[in-house]
């Protein structure tokens, strides 16, 4: 295998043991996205200078034998995450000359783990959409099949990743924004509790359902990019201070004797039958691994995608609201006056997707209409919450399809708002709860498009949502294919 094909753990054993160096990782990666990044546009900057120079620091880390746990291995980073000096643009026309003076905390914590940063990734337009088509940068592509979605809006870190051009990535879930795209491409994907990573440095959409989280080609890689990201932060207000586990000390543990809930409102009509069937094996195979597999009832989801499309767009028009031409990105030129400045700014700058967002939920947010949009949908969301904390008194998880379809073909969905939004329908809840989920490989279809299943644990388990992830993985019996590119 090329060193591009590799996991984190399998390169760190080679690195330290002398076996490689991590500027050969990093050449046998840019040469891999040399190959492959004119057709699937996996990202919006790229760093390969500073990556080369990165790779020879790691390399004199470790023949000091001072490796850390990433050292020498390139990650790529969601366009939404800012980097100091290197811009991050969001996707948009509005931040494309944006570049940060700071790092977030998420990337401090990759730099201080030693990893090397190979680029920017592309995504929906300030995370809004699922299939990573709003990009004022262009359309990403699924390297499964070139003309299809990869899902989104994270859908450049997910390409990166199954496509071999880095080896792990960040995105943000904001409603499935990890987890789809992850189950779309074929790579393991987690959205962490809200409050377990620190969203300082995140451009906000929705700031009440952010949360960044990784991709990685295994359950292993995911557990240790969770560890190097999570953590209390003091500058971020939802930080939360809890214990972080070794999310690695799980991998063996099992999951016998387990009960595993199966929520039938995630079994819906419109679902596609080979989704199901992959996801029925599934439950076999976790019930061949010791565990119960038991009905249980979220009997609000009927409501999550109302409730998302509310409390979502109403939180994006607020935090949207500072893009004004005046202190930073994108400007207008020649305007009469400062009121044609701030218009034309917000008309040229944002895309179509976005601007329906503003719109949406500066409508939901006004007088006269707060009470009966915003405030209900918080009131009903705090029902889809007990749901959760309800059924996990009698499982130890929750087990679901991840995206009711496979990746649709590009602009299939795009003059269909609703049928777009409705590829989030198993994936919103969680951002709804709080609750951290992940994303695994679950088989393909007939056609060779990968499935996605998806494990949900109450706030703060991950480590419970590790232990079956992996069990799953390793006895799970699905050939391990790569995209043929």
Known sequence: MELHQLTIHELQKKLRGGDTTSVDVVESVIRRIDAVEDRIHSYITLMKDSAREEARRADEE?????ARPLTGIPIAVKDLICTKGIRTTCGS??????IPPYDATVVEKLRDAGAVFIGKTNMDEFAMGSSTETSHFGVTRNPWDLDRIPGGSSG???????????????GSDTGGSIR?????????????????????????FASSLDQIGPFTKDVEDCAILLNVI?????????????????FTSFLSEGIEGWTVGIPKEYFIEGIDPEVEAAVRKAIGVIEGLGARCVDVSL?????????????????????????????YGYRSKDCRDLMEMYKRTRSEGFGMEVKRRIM???????????????????QVRALIKRDFDEAFQSCDVIMTPTSPTPAFRI?????????????????????????????????????????????LAAHFAEEKLIRIASAYEKHSKIEKRRPNL
């Open 93 to 98: 026309k509005i931040l494309s000359n944006f």
């Open 411 to 455: 602009g299939e969905k795009m003059d269909d708002p609703l049928q777009m939004y409705l590829s989030d329908i198993f994936t919103i809840s969680t951002n709804l709860a709080g609750i951290p989920g992940v994303s695994v490989p679950c088989g393909y279809t007939a056609g060779g498009l990968p499935i996605g299943l998806q494990f």
């Open 299 to 327: 009997p609000h989801t009927e409501y999550c995608l109302a409730v998302y499309y509310i409390i979502a767009p109403a939180e994006a028009s607020s935090n949207l609201a500072r893009y004004d031409g005046v202190k």
């Open 62 to 66: 470790i023949r000091k034998g001072n």
């Open 156 to 170: 450049g870190s997910a390409t990166a990743v199954a496509a071999d051009e880095c080896i792990a990535s960040l």
């Open 360 to 378: 949406l939920g500066t409508y939901a947010l006004s007088s006269g209409y707060y009470d009966a949009y915003y405030k209900k949908a918080s």
């Open 180 to 204: 789809q795209p992850a189950a779309l491409c074929d790579v393991v994907g987690m959205k962490p509790t809200y409050g377990r990573v620190s969203r300082y440095g995140l451009v906000a």
């Open 230 to 246: 999570s953590g209390y932060d003091p500058r971020e207000s939802t930080s939360v201070q809890v214990e972080v586990p070794d």
